[in-house]
Nanobody
Framework: VQLQASGGGLVQAGGSLRLSCAAS????????MGWFRQAPAKERESVAS????????SYADSVKGRFTISRDFAKKTVDLQMNSLFPEDTAVYYC????????????WGQGTLVTVSS
């Protein structure tokens, strides 16, 4: 699977953005898809994840109630709707795939930059 992330950009604080990640190739062995982010001078952190078949979601505490992850099984896309954005949400956002039998996310998209201005 190759992952292509899109949808980043510049938005004012309080605004919204929607990121999308398109997967090419077979997702038969995909366990979950996740969104991660890395801000300047900070470590990469998990933002949200969704199990590919069951659609069970999980969120970082910092984004709960503001971000929503969803997936379209047929289109092989995973979206991240981000509302009520804060300047501290500024980061490069990556989508990633975790496969069955693997303990980590191993396939990564190229990243898309989200900048939230105050």
């Amino acid at each position: 699977v190759q992952l292509q992330a899109s949808g980043g950009g510049l938005v004012q604080a309080g605004g919204s953005l929607r990121l999308s990640c398109a997967a090419s190739g077979s997702t038969d062995r995909t366990l979950a898809m996740g969104w991660f982010r890395q801000a300047p001078a900070k470590e990469r952190e998990s933002v949200a994840s969704i199990t590919w078949r069951g659609g069970v979601t999980s969120y970082a505490d910092s984004v709960k109630g503001r971000f929503t992850i969803s997936r379209d099984f047929a289109k092989k896309t995973v979206d991240l709707q981000m509302n009520s954005l804060f300047p501290e949400d500024t980061a490069v956002y990556y989508c990633a795939e975790r496969m069955y039998g693997r303990s980590a996310y191993e396939r990564w998209g190229q990243g898309t930059l989200v900048t939230v201005s105050s």
